[in-house]
Structures are given as C-alpha cells and as structure tokens.
C-alpha cells in the first residue's frame, strides 16, 4: 500500500507506475492523478489534449479516422506497446499511398486528384475509364499525368523513346511489317 502525494489516498502499488529513481520504486502520484497533471500541464501549454474512449476488449481505436474497430481490421506490430501497429489497416493504406506520391514523385493526394480533373477523368492515352497511376519521366523524374495501369506500363516499357513507340503504332496498324514490292521478286523492307 502507498499514499499518492497529490490525492492524499491510501491505494495499493499497482495504482502507481514504477519509477526507478525513488526509494520505493515507484512514483509519487497514482496513476490517476498523473494523468490528470500531464493534461494539465499539456492544455496550460496550449496544446490540444485527446479525450480518452473507453474501448472495449479485443478491439483498438484507430486516431485517424477516430473509429474503434476490432483487431482484425489492424496490422499486427511486435514493436507496438499492444501488439497492434498505430491506427487501422485502411487509414494506413492512405497515409502509404500519401507517402508514396510525396516520396516517389513530389506531389500529393490532392494534386494527383487535380491532375485527373485537368484530363476530364479519363485516362488520356486509351480515353478509357478512369485514371489511377501517376505517369512521370524516367529520366527527369517530372511528373507527366496520370494514366491506366496498362497505358503506364506499356510506357515504362518501350523505355519512353518516342522513336520505339512510333515504330510500335505503325506495327499495329500494320504498316512497318509489311515489305513492299519494288520490282519483281524484289521487296524493300521498311526502315
């Protein structure tokens, strides 16, 4: 049993957490009235104080998106104080996918989303549904705008060389393969 110096209460240790530097090993405010000081001292600083939610078991309260969700929808991190990593799995998803633009290509969420309001919404070499990767220059690493996954892909491809991909749409419209007739017996292949 211990006497908190701030409530004057007689309570039992587990109501106190444990600190090294005094005699007994543990501090001088219960837990209670520490949590109380810290908001205090945190508010008189002018900063904003989280109400706490009393959450039930089996289940974590995401900060982000202030919902209380159960355990299935966290990641799990041993690194965690509970085992479950800091906020749930989909307002991860969006802070990842944030980094990702910020990091990769130096825009954010919001100007991607710009980018394709810019285009009409559709993508803009296949004009077909809606766009969802951001195309950039390899070389420059400038940001071009924003494509289909194939459309992208077709680009990283043929390596961004506008002379392969000339080449590439004369293929398909059947023009570069076809050899034409010069003389009898004699085709010329196109260059």
């Not at 990842?96 to 130096?106: E, I, P, Q």
């Not at 077909?128 to 390899?138: C, I, K, L």
Request: charged letters at 30%; one cysteine or more.
């Amino acid at each position: 049993m211990k006497r908190c110096s701030r409530c004057r209460r007689v309570q039992s240790r587990d109501a106190f957490a444990g600190n090294r530097a005094m005699r007994d090993g543990l501090q001088a405010y219960c837990r209670e009235c520490q949590a109380a000081h810290c908001k205090a001292r945190q508010e008189a600083a002018g900063r904003t104080v989280r109400v706490k939610v009393p959450v039930p078991s089996g289940r974590k309260r995401c900060p982000p998106c202030e919902e209380v969700e159960p355990h299935a929808d966290w990641e799990p991190n041993r690194t965690g104080s509970d085992g479950w990593s800091s906020c749930c799995r989909e307002c991860r998803a969006q802070r990842n996918r944030a980094s990702c633009f910020k990091r990769k290509y130096g825009i954010t969420g919001a100007r991607r989303d710009r980018m394709i309001v810019d285009q009409g919404g559709v993508r803009v070499i296949c004009r077909e549904g809606p766009a969802e990767h951001v195309d950039h220059d390899h070389r420059t690493g400038k940001v071009r705008g924003v494509l289909c996954f194939s459309c992208n892909a077709a680009l990283g491809h043929l390596k961004d060389r506008p002379d392969v991909i000339r080449r590439a749409a004369a293929y398909v419209e059947g023009n570069l393969w076809n050899p034409t007739l010069v003389a009898q017996g004699v085709y010329r292949q196109p260059s």
